[in-house]
């Protein structure tokens, strides 16, 4: 009972998460849109290249800290002991503030002595938002663990918008690229404006304290998470950079736009699975069967839309422009690695609330380091559809590393239950490639064959459907929904 109920709690405040991911990254959509129509292909590269420098820097910089405190954090709500939030929360913005100031000195100094190829008013900007993400991360981080997760939603929502609102107007007015990024740094300074006064409600009267221990501990924890943390932005960043840096701005918007369009899929698993480590951290038992659950969940409403992702890539990639579609090559290989992040993540979020740090360190290697070695080896010429080819080969090693590990924690998959959540889809899709179809009527026979599948095959069972609805409908709509439930489920289970 423990397990559902945790993994109701993990599956409502994920989805809250996914509403937050996908609404921002609609936004976000649009934004390049706009941009892209305004200021060209180029105004995206420029922007989307200072943006993955911000990122990367930060992952540099930060030391892990953002995501180890995550386990902290889990563990004081989870045992109710809210006196030591203080000290958790005071030593990890203190280290943040720190690894700021460094990591802002380190930029201005890679572009005096020539190391960074990046004019001055793009090197400002991208000092004050490495600057804002430290602190706002680690504050983001205090939230998800207690499971506010609707609360960061509609902060991140709110700044969204406003950074639309700016970051247009100024490219509108003829700022170019340069105007794109300016959006985000209002996108920052907002959330971090925004959590303060969350902060400041949740916990009235804020108190905060440096703590030696606390200090090491959330060090200790950052430092195992720092690598994976930081070859994980490498795997997802680094190839925007080398693009850039080899092929141009253009290039560089087109595989930029086709990495944010897969990314909607992706952030299925990630919204669920990594809220599962703060959450699994206060667990004292069912870790396992909560965690292998919450895989299964995620693979059931992700895998489908992969398959949609890479038969129609081009439906999305339209949207923005005709000059877009030459990128659905590559939108089509980062479809393809939802279920290897699906599973990674999963075996991840279980293996770092255990405490197993060197494991975790292991996982993160085997899926980055493939990912930032393949970058250099195909990106330079391929560009774009080598980036993507690196992200998937990287996303591949990391689920095999994954599959290796669960035997190292005991952890049991249900491997046939995996396999017919990803063939079902991927069956109907290639069926649907052999034939030609509108892709609207081609995405309701993949849905509608996958729903069937999973229910008349027993990948998910009556009381798991019932949870997930509890979990994910508000209860005026479960009340006008239950005279039609039993309708529904003789369809679904094949009575």
Not at 58 to 69: A, C, D, K, M
Not at 274 to 302: E, H, V, Y
Not at 369 to 374: D, K
Not at 385 to 410: K, N, R, V, Y
Request: proline residues 3%; charged residues 10%; glycine residues 10%.
């Amino acid at each position: 009972m423990a397990v559902a109920l945790s993994l109701a709690r993990v599956v409502q405040g994920g989805l809250w998460l996914y509403i937050d991911i996908l609404l921002t990254n609609f936004l976000g959509y649009l934004y390049w849109l706009l941009i892209s129509r305004m200021a060209g292909p180029e105004a995206v590269g420029l922007a989307s290249a200072t943006m993955a420098l911000c990122w990367l820097t930060s992952q540099i910089i930060l030391l892990g800290v953002p995501t180890g405190v995550q386990r902290f954090f889990g563990m004081v709500f989870g045992s109710n002991k809210l006196p030591d939030l203080k000290k958790y929360l005071g030593s990890s913005l203190l280290m943040a503030g720190v690894a700021n100031s460094i990591g802002v000195v380190a930029l201005f100094a890679g572009s005096r002595f020539g190391l960074l190829d990046i004019e001055y008013g793009f090197l400002v900007v991208a000092a004050a938002i490495i600057i804002l993400y430290g602190f706002t991360s680690i504050l983001f981080s205090l939230f998800i663990s207690a499971l506010r997760t609707s609360l960061t939603a509609f902060i991140h929502m709110v700044a969204s918008v406003l950074k639309f609102i700016v970051g247009v107007s100024l490219v509108y007015i003829g700022w170019g690229g340069f105007g794109a990024t300016m959006g985000f740094l209002f996108m920052y300074v907002v959330s971090l404006i925004s959590l303060c006064i969350g902060l400041r409600a949740m916990c009235n009267p804020i108190s905060l304290e440096f703590s030696y221990t606390s200090f090491k501990e959330v060090l200790f924890a950052g430092l195992a998470s720092w690598l994976p943390d930081l070859f994980n932005s490498m795997g997802s960043w680094l190839g925007v950079l080398v693009i850039f840096g080899f092929q141009g701005s253009i290039e560089t918007g087109h595989y930029y736009v086709a990495f944010a369009i897969a990314g909607l899929v992706t952030a299925i698993s990630q919204s669920v699975l990594s809220l599962m480590f703060p959450i699994l951290s206060g667990m004292s038992d069912g870790r396992k069967r909560a965690s292998w659950k919450a895989i299964k969940f995620t693979l059931i409403f992700a895998s489908p839309l992969m398959v949609l992702l890479a038969l129609y890539p081009y439906v999305p990639l339209s949207l923005l422009g005709e000059n877009y579609v030459t990128a659905s090559s590559q939108l089509r290989i980062l479809a393809f690695s939802v279920p290897f992040i699906a599973l990674y993540t999963g075996v991840w979020s279980l293996t770092y609330a255990y405490g197993f740090y060197k494991a975790v360190l292991a996982l993160g290697i085997a899926q980055n380091i493939p990912r930032v070695v393949i970058y250099f080896l195909l990106a330079p010429s391929l560009g774009g559809t080598g980036a993507a080819l690196g992200f998937l080969i990287g996303s591949l090693t990391g689920a095999l590393a994954a599959m290796i590990m669960t035997g190292t924690i005991e952890m049991r998959l249900n491997w046939s239950n995996l396999a017919i959540t990803l063939a079902t889809p991927s069956i109907a899709g290639f069926l649907l490639a052999l034939v030609n179809l509108p892709w609207y009527v081609g995405s309701i026979l993949v849905l509608a064959v996958s729903a069937l599948s999973y229910t008349w095959l027993g990948v998910i069972s009556r009381d798991e459907l019932r949870d997930l609805m509890l979990a994910l409908l508000p209860d005026k709509v479960i009340r006008y929904m239950k005279p039609h439930v039993s309708i529904l489920t003789r369809v679904l289970f094949g009575d």
